[in-house]
Nanobody, 115 residues
Framework: QVQLVESGGGLVQAGGSLRLSCAAS????????MIWYRRAPRKERELVAA????????NYAESVKGRFTISRDNAKNMVYLQMNSLKPEDTALYYC????????WGQGTQVTVSS
């Protein structure tokens, strides 16, 4: 069965940094592009960052471009999201998934940025 386990969230002050991790299992990880999503209060889920299966290319939402970096380690079935210069508007529940998405989704990891 597919499992996606996000971790690394927490409470940080504006301008701070966090590194999120996603541990994946139950599928051929290296065959799939991976994506970080987030859902902020009163907002729809949005794509934050994506990385191709071999890690050669990545893409980001305009709102996080230049501040966040997605990476992956296929030998460890791990995806990471380095989040720098955090802003209060980054506050959200962060999820990882593959493209196409698997179900069930993980629990997500909460990121809260105080002003």
């Amino acid at each position: 069965q597919v499992q996606l386990v996000e971790s690394g969230g927490g409470l940080v002050q504006a301008g701070g940094s966090l590194r999120l991790s996603c541990a994946a299992s139950g599928f051929t990880f290296s065959s799939y592009d991976m994506i970080w999503y987030r859902r902020a209060p009163r907002k729809e889920r949005e794509l934050v960052a994506a990385i191709t299966s071999a890690g050669h290319m990545s893409n980001y939402a305009e709102s996080v471009k230049g501040r966040f970096t997605i990476s992956r380690d296929n030998a460890k079935n791990m995806v990471y999201l380095q989040m720098n210069s955090l802003k209060p508007e980054d506050t959200a529940l962060y999820y990882c998934n593959a493209l196409p998405s698997f179900s069930p989704w993980g629990q997500g990891t909460q990121v809260t940025v105080s002003s």
